[in-house]
């Protein structure tokens, strides 16, 4: 994900962001991590836009089937596996609709607590 917003990090940046957990380390704790180790990188707005420009109605959402074939046949290519962890807590709607707005601000924020 770091090299989702333009980043490279070394074996031993993530070596050393891994060891900061206070625990088993889940998708939503790596997101958190992960927000509060963008500094340098885009701001929020400027992420959500490069979103925006693959939701053609501005609804807020890209369908997951659509963002899949983005993320694995263009740029710096996920691999399929790479989307499915991805998508394993992402907000994903019933649909298969990612919320490109809340997964951003997650992103940047760390995810909510399910209790907020």
Request: proline letters at 4%; a negative charge.
């Amino acid at each position: 994900m770091f090299f989702f917003v333009g980043k490279n990090p070394t074996d031993e940046y993530l070596d050393a962001m891994m060891n900061e957990a206070p625990g088993p380390i889940n998708f939503t704790m790596f997101l958190t991590m992960f927000g509060e180790k963008l500094n340098g990188t885009d701001p929020e707005d400027v992420i959500r836009n490069a979103f925006a420009c693959f939701d053609e109605e501005a609804t807020g959402f890209i369908q997951e089937d659509y963002l899949r074939e983005l993320l694995t046949t263009m740029g710096d290519r996920f691999t399929d596996e790479e989307v499915d962890e991805l998508y394993r807590e992402a907000p994903i709607d019933k649909k298969g609709n990612f919320n490109y707005i809340e997964f951003t601000r997650i992103l940047k924020h760390g995810a909510k607590d399910k209790d907020d």
